[in-house]
């Protein structure tokens, strides 16, 4: 006879559980544990995206003047209705159905909205540390976004690949410049990848020792009542 494949069976490179109900449960409990992290994430970013635009306007000035203070309050303002939006979005049913969908589409949102600041920089200041807002960003993306293995890698990488790409292409930095962004990211993205499998592998780990203690424990509630009369059954559970 066939033995069935065990259903908390996870497999490494996917890092997805062999039973489709099994893996169907622990993304919507991984959706339900998200909601909080996430809206303070969507917060902080907020709180960060206006201690900037502080910094940029009253601290490197020198930066105003080769982006312009009128776009940096348009920046500013439009991170903060994407950010005001998604956190809106937690509070509705759909979230939690496509939780990673939606904050897999705010990660490359963001990614774009930082690559497009970054484009505004001054060059030398894009030339030597551009690359610092996309760097801490991506760490950003393994770390606080609440992102799943898979859906992080492929985030973090699009980001990247999207941000020297754009740059390289409107020849806002020269090959040199692209060559350290690309390594610098890269290497950016190996250890986050490190990071949010360990995460993911972890989180796997407790929501299988938990099912499992939970079958233990209706097993264990179905013997008392073979056993015992009910009564006594119920004041042993």
């Not at 259903?7 to 490179?13: A, H, K, W």
């Not at 306007?57 to 920046?75: D, E, Y």
Request: aromatic content about 10%; glycine content about 8%.
């Amino acid at each position: 006879s066939m033995v069935s494949p065990d259903p908390f069976r996870v497999n490494r490179y996917t890092l997805r559980f062999a039973g489709a109900d099994s893996e169907a449960a622990f993304a919507e409990e991984q959706a339900r544990k998200a909601v909080r992290p996430v809206r303070i994430a969507l917060v902080v970013l907020g709180a960060l995206q206006v201690g900037n635009y502080v910094l940029t306007i009253h601290v490197f000035k020198s930066i105003v003047v080769g982006i312009g203070a009128l776009n940096t309050l348009l920046t500013t303002i439009e991170g903060l209705l994407l950010y005001a939006v998604f956190y809106a979005l937690s509070y509705r049913p759909i979230f939690l159905k496509r939780q990673q969908l939606i904050m897999f589409l705010l990660a490359c949102l963001i990614s774009v909205g930082v690559t497009q600041h970054s484009a505004r920089l001054p060059l030398d200041v894009l030339e030597a540390r551009g690359f610092t807002i996309m760097l801490v960003y991506i760490f950003f993306i393994y770390s606080v976004l609440r992102l799943r293995f898979p859906q992080a890698v492929l985030a973090g990488w699009l980001g990247a690949a999207f941000f020297v790409g754009y740059l390289f292409g409107l020849d806002l930095m020269g090959p040199t410049a692209a060559g350290r962004s690309a390594l610098v990211l890269g290497l950016a993205n190996c250890g986050g990848m490190l990071i949010c499998y360990q995460m993911d592998v972890s989180a796997r780990r407790e929501f299988t020792a938990m099912r499992l203690l939970d079958k233990e424990r209706e097993r264990s509630e179905r013997l008392l009542l073979n056993i015992l009369p009910a009564p006594i059954a119920e004041r042993l559970k």
